[in-house]
């Protein structure tokens, strides 16, 4: 028997005090980076995007892998590379925790619309009021005081 599965998963983080250190001229190679980490652990990327101060990723989770152990991994990974290549100056880290909320197949397109258009969102909505509404709308409770 073969194991099937699909697991996907949009996972959400922002930089150290949701400073905002990611140039946008810097994202597309960045987000390259991150998806060969995500190869590296047998996941599928699908989209990858963000805006200054944060990053967004759709991506299956293969079973041999621990979500929180692969976001570990990304956070690990992509610092030493920033900090390596010097293509965010300014970037400090990244916060601690992140997001990650489970989606259907037949919500894949719109999600993935969605991390294309966050420079959009961003001109009217801060990565906290964003992090905030998925929260929200995942049933999550939160402290708001621990969001930075």
Same mark, same amino acid.
């Given at each position: 028997?073969?194991?099937?599965?699909?697991?996907?998963?949009?996972?959400? *983080?922002?930089?150290?005090?949701? $400073?905002?250190?990611?140039?946008?001229?810097?994202?597309?190679? *960045?987000?390259?980076?991150?998806?060969?980490?995500? @190869? &590296?652990?047998?996941?599928?990327?699908?989209?990858?995007?963000? *805006?200054?101060?944060?990053?967004?990723?759709?991506? !299956?989770?293969?079973?041999?892998?621990?979500?929180?152990?692969?976001?570990?991994?990304?956070?690990?990974?992509?610092?030493?590379?920033?900090?390596?290549?010097?293509? *965010?100056?300014?970037?400090?880290?990244?916060? %601690?925790?992140?997001?990650?909320?489970?989606?259907?197949?037949?919500?894949?397109?719109?999600? %993935?619309? $969605?991390?294309?258009?966050?420079?959009?969102?961003?001109? &009217? @909505? /801060?990565?906290? !009021?964003?992090?905030? /509404?998925?929260?929200?709308?995942?049933?999550?409770?939160?402290? !708001?005081?621990?969001?930075?």
């Amino acid at each position: 028997m073969t194991t099937y599965t699909q697991i996907l998963y949009h996972i959400v *983080f922002g930089t150290r005090g949701h $400073y905002g250190s990611l140039d946008l001229e810097g994202h597309e190679t *960045f987000c390259g980076y991150v998806a060969g980490i995500l @190869k &590296h652990n047998k996941c599928m990327p699908y989209k990858l995007g963000g *805006f200054i101060d944060h990053i967004h990723i759709l991506t !299956e989770l293969h079973p041999s892998a621990s979500l929180a152990g692969l976001v570990k991994d990304i956070k690990l990974a992509s610092s030493a590379w920033i900090k390596n290549e010097n293509i *965010f100056p300014s970037f400090s880290g990244w916060q %601690e925790g992140y997001g990650a909320f489970t989606c259907s197949w037949s919500v894949k397109d719109d999600v %993935e619309d $969605y991390i294309a258009r966050q420079q959009e969102h961003h001109l &009217h @909505k /801060s990565f906290k !009021e964003e992090y905030i /509404s998925f929260l929200q709308r995942a049933g999550i409770e939160f402290d !708001e005081n621990r969001l930075g």
